[in-house]
């Protein structure tokens, strides 16, 4: 017990480690958490999942992968499909059987399969997944439509892999038995079609259920949970495998239904996949023996060579010809493909039943799968980046700041982050409201920034910072509490009186932004300010004119707002944090009128 406590403990202390490590030094995390998981089994011998968890390795992964399929599921949304110009249809549809093909080929004339095992693995490698694919779209800037291609393309396939697997194994075991393979498609395809109504079904209980409050708040997390599980067992019970396909019907049955519901429980929902993906990638790299891959060949690196640079980009080109997705977003759609836990968990599962049916070269699927993880894994994570720039398909090089509100406030703070060439966006539900913005040419949103369709037509990773300002300080701070799971809690920014929780008459820190300017302005106060005539004024700190000078230089009742870094990032200076400016930097004031400007501040 106390060992598989102690398992547990290192399992998640690695994935998280991996995952921070990868946030702080931009590395791909995928990759990070494969080499923890190396560096935790096989290399110090420090975990050892198989005699630690015995029998309920497999369906622990198994369900974990469920979960995460699922919760890849709940972000497909078809307005989302629209923008891919039926990319992901055709990916699907043709590039599955395409890439099965050509797989089937290179592991038999390259890698040297016989061909019963050759279809097996090439079905199997169809896939890439949402535990690759996410964490790697999560830290790379790229553009929105190849980055829903990659997303639905990764949920999608998953489950197709897998059931292309299952045909594979299933006509090699019926075929002794007299079994044709038109017997077996039928009863699969019949299967499937199972799986998928289970899938919707469950989806319209939990859509019913919800919004006429027969499920507590307290229990929807759960309930949900529950229910997943119970459908991807219960459709692994009429046909194995076809579990997962049940789970990403029901999350993208849910995630098009619209439900309240689901946006509260989100944050939770997303916190739950990351310990899944963390914690599932350390145990399969973990559960890796170094004596398997002993039995790695040469001929197996002609076969990467070729899955990399051969089959996966004539997949996709031949998939996506003639459509209307420009080249270079083909381009990486076709390079980027890694494999992650499923390619690995069925191939092990796989291989011991092929082992059981007299194939010898079954057991050369666990080497392979993992050859397979580690050099997709090695190639895409720490290309992606790279080739899109190269290729020119990343989103906004630069990420500004996103206004909700025009005012004359935001007008003049807008304007000042022009002229320092920050991009500002500056968004409003009113057309007049935004008329004097339009006539300085700066970026405009015009729309509720609350409703669901901002999500389709304004892409929110170009920004990395948002500051409410408009007149009503309750909106403000809704609009803050909404974006600061996307954008980052202490991301945005609010006008309106620093919060005390002790005080019955504000809004508590945790339902609000970071209230601008170190003291915490009051919406009316700004709004008098505006009346008296302030302004904004920069400052740019140097050897000769550090932070002291700029401070003692500030008149008595002047804020400093932001500070501009260097490297382009902002950092507002609030009630809660204070930002240390350094040479090169630029502090951007908040000043009363007819203010004398020392040496070192410009208008």
């Not at 469950?202 to 027969?214: N, V």
């Not at 040479?583 to 951007?588: K, N, P, R, V």
């Amino acid at each position: 017990m106390q060992q598989q406590a102690l398992s547990i403990a290192l399992i998640g202390i690695l994935g998280i480690g991996a995952q921070w490590i990868a946030w702080r030094t931009g590395w791909p995390a995928i990759a990070l958490m494969l080499a923890a998981g190396v560096l935790g089994g096989p290399v110090l011998g420090l975990l050892h999942p198989h005699e630690v968890f015995g029998e309920l390795l497999e369906p622990m992964v198994s369900v974990a992968v469920a979960l995460i399929l699922f919760e890849g599921g709940l972000s497909l949304n078809f307005r989302e499909l629209r923008k891919t110009d039926g990319a992901v249809t055709r990916l699907v549809l043709l590039g599955s059987p395409i890439g099965w093909v050509l797989g089937s080929l290179a592991l038999y004339y390259i890698a040297g399969l016989v061909w019963p095992v050759a279809i097996l693995f090439a079905g199997i490698l169809v896939v890439t997944g949402p535990t690759v694919v996410l964490p790697l779209l999560r830290q790379s800037n790229v553009a929105a439509r190849p980055r829903a291609i990659l997303k639905w393309e990764a949920i999608v396939n998953d489950p197709v892999g897998a059931l292309l697997g299952v045909v594979t194994y299933e006509y090699l075991r019926r075929a002794g038995e007299g079994g044709t393979l038109a017997s077996v498609i039928v009863s699969l395809i019949a299967a499937a079609i199972v799986a998928g109504l289970m899938g919707w079904i469950a989806a319209r209980i939990i859509g019913w259920l919800f919004p006429r409050g027969y499920v507590p708040e307290y229990l929807k997390a759960p309930v949900l949970l529950v229910a997943v599980i119970s459908v991807f067992v219960g459709s692994n019970m009429i046909q194995q495998e076809t579990g997962l396909l049940a789970v990403t019907v029901m999350g993208i049955a849910l995630a098009n239904m619209r439900l309240d519901s689901l946006r509260d429980i989100q944050p939770f929902k997303e916190n739950v996949t990351v310990l899944l993906i963390s914690g599932v990638f350390v145990i399969l790299s973990a559960s890796l023996d170094l004596n398997v891959l002993r039995q790695f060949e040469w001929r197996f690196l002609g076969f990467l060579l070729a899955l990399l640079f051969l089959v996966r980009p004539a997949t996709v080109l031949l998939s996506l010809a003639f459509t209307r997705v420009p080249w270079n977003e083909r381009l990486l759609v076709a390079w980027i493909a890694p494999r992650g836990i499923v390619a690995v968990a069925i191939s092990g599962l796989f291989a011991l039943r092929l082992d059981r049916l007299g194939y010898s070269d079954g057991s050369i699927l666990v080497t392979l799968s993992f050859a397979v993880v580690v050099a997709t894994i090695v190639a895409h994570g720490f290309s992606i980046k790279a080739v899109a720039r190269l290729l020119k398909v990343t989103g906004a090089s630069e990420r500004g700041l996103l206004i909700v509100g025009a005012t004359p406030f935001s007008l003049g703070l807008a304007g000042q982050l022009r002229q320092l060439e920050v991009p500002v966006t500056i968004a409003d539900n009113s057309w007049q409201r935004l008329a004097p913005a339009r006539h300085q040419g700066i970026p405009t949103y015009h729309g509720e920034i609350l409703s669901e369709a901002t999500e389709e037509r304004l892409d929110l990773t170009q920004f990395q910072v948002l500051a409410a300002t408009t007149d009503n300080e309750a909106y403000n701070a809704l609009v803050c509490n909404e974006f600061a799971p996307e954008i980052g809690r202490d991301n945005v920014h609010q006008l309106g009186d620093a919060s005390d929780d002790d005080d019955p008459r504000t809004l508590p820190e945790s339902l609000r932004g970071r209230a601008l300017f170190a003291s915490g302005h009051g919406v009316e106060d700004i709004m008098q300010r505006e009346e008296q005539g302030w302004t904004f004024r920069k400052t740019k700190i140097s050897e000769q004119f550090d932070f002291d000078a700029a401070r003692a230089a500030l008149p008595e009742d002047g804020d400093m707002l932001l500070l501009l870094r260097k490297n382009g990032a902002l950092r507002f200076f609030t009630h809660a944090s204070r930002p240390t400016p350094q040479s090169g930097d630029t502090i951007l004031s908040y000043v009363p009128p007819s203010q004398k400007r020392p040496k070192g501040e410009e208008e």
